[in-house]
């Protein structure tokens, strides 16, 4: 039986056009992958934006770059007939000679809400990249509140550095202190638990191996947030299910009856991403109680089936409320949209033993 999903009637509900660009000759391509949370009333995203030079001949591509020592964005281009360049994947170019680099550059922006799906969004960026290794960007935040501190941890991407787990911190949403890398290369999705379990943080992390392929999702525990370790692999890939190729961290996980449930993503081999849910146990949350057989959300409308990079919803953030689970969520890495699924739902079409 097909999940009963709820998509908002006014989807996608943030797209590139409703954000103006930060960068003088720059337009914004994506907004997408945001973190959510309540503040003051309000509904607020932490949005991803990703943003590309305009300009150049047909013959070239220019990838933008920060400047760490400036702090400014210069441009490096391309030559799209050079063979030794695999232009294949409009998010990346990959040069045998020069390595790895993404063909636009995100921030993090600030949208707030009285509703939930119309939102103010700010003129400037919340944070913006700085340091070496966030030269190509910063993305995918998900945000935790802990003790009224907001903590948000984001991916760093870099030519050199590869891709940095980083933590930032608020308690206003208007001034934000950067506490820097707390996974190293390369990882990315880290969800932090939102309060300890006997007296130890709790973050879901994806560490990425480039010689074995594994994408799977692990736990770590801390003291302080800033430095982890007794790193476990809570979960990985399952072949014929639609999370065969990669797995990682989605939204914060929250608590239920039935222990924590955490909303993630997963991908197939045919690049296909979908969201899904995890349940974890209460007090020992390296346990896996259950998990969704089929996605929770897949891509199947036109905004999440076409776009810079169609086939995939992605989240990084979900309200729940009243045996409600509100999702944002990016679609086709290019808008935002929203979608309410029912908690019971969801719990009744995991599988508790088979297929962990």
Not at 65 to 80: M, P
Not at 234 to 251: I, Q
């Amino acid at each position: 039986m097909m999940m009963n999903i709820y998509r908002s009637e006014k989807n996608p509900i943030i797209k590139p056009e409703n954000i103006r660009p930060f960068l003088s000759n720059f337009e914004v391509i994506g907004v997408f992958n945001c973190g959510v949370t309540k503040f003051n009333d309000e509904i607020l995203l932490l949005l991803r934006v990703a943003e590309k030079p305009i300009g150049g001949s047909s013959d070239e591509i220019l990838i933008p770059l920060l400047n760490s020592k400036t702090g400014s964005i210069s441009i490096k281009v391309f030559d799209k007939n050079d063979p030794s360049i695999d232009f294949s994947d409009p998010r990346f170019l990959r040069s045998t000679r020069e390595g790895c680099y993404l063909t636009s550059i995100s921030h993090l922006r600030i949208a707030r809400s009285k509703n939930g799906i119309d939102f103010n969004i700010d003129i400037k960026p919340a944070l913006f990249p700085e340091k070496e290794y966030e030269e190509s960007g910063i993305e995918d935040p998900r945000i935790t509140c802990i003790d009224e501190k907001y903590y948000i941890s984001y991916s760093a991407v870099s030519n050199i550095t590869g891709i940095t787990a980083c933590l930032a911190s608020t308690y206003d949403f208007r001034t934000f202190k950067k506490h820097g890398i707390i996974f190293m290369p390369d990882n990315k999705n880290v969800v932090i638990f939102p309060e300890k379990i006997k007296s130890k943080y709790y973050a879901l992390s994806r560490p990425a191996s480039g010689e074995f392929f594994v994408n799977d999702i692990w736990i770590s525990e801390s003291s302080d947030l800033i430095y982890w370790g007794n790193h476990k692999r809570l979960m990985g890939t399952r072949k014929r299910y639609w999370d065969s190729l990669r797995v990682g961290g989605g939204a914060v996980p929250f608590k239920v009856d039935e222990g924590w449930l955490e909303i993630y993503h997963g991908a197939s081999e045919d690049g296909r991403y979908c969201i899904g849910a995890v349940l974890l146990d209460y007090n020992e949350p390296w346990k896996v109680i259950a998990r969704s057989k089929e996605p929770v959300i897949e891509p199947e409308i036109d905004y999440e089936l076409n776009g810079f990079f169609g086939g995939v919803v992605f989240t990084c953030g979900v309200l729940y409320e009243k045996g409600v689970v509100k999702i944002y969520y990016g679609a086709a890495d290019t808008a935002i949209a929203y979608a309410e699924v029912r908690l019971s739902d969801i719990l009744e079409k995991m599988e508790y033993q088979a297929g962990l």
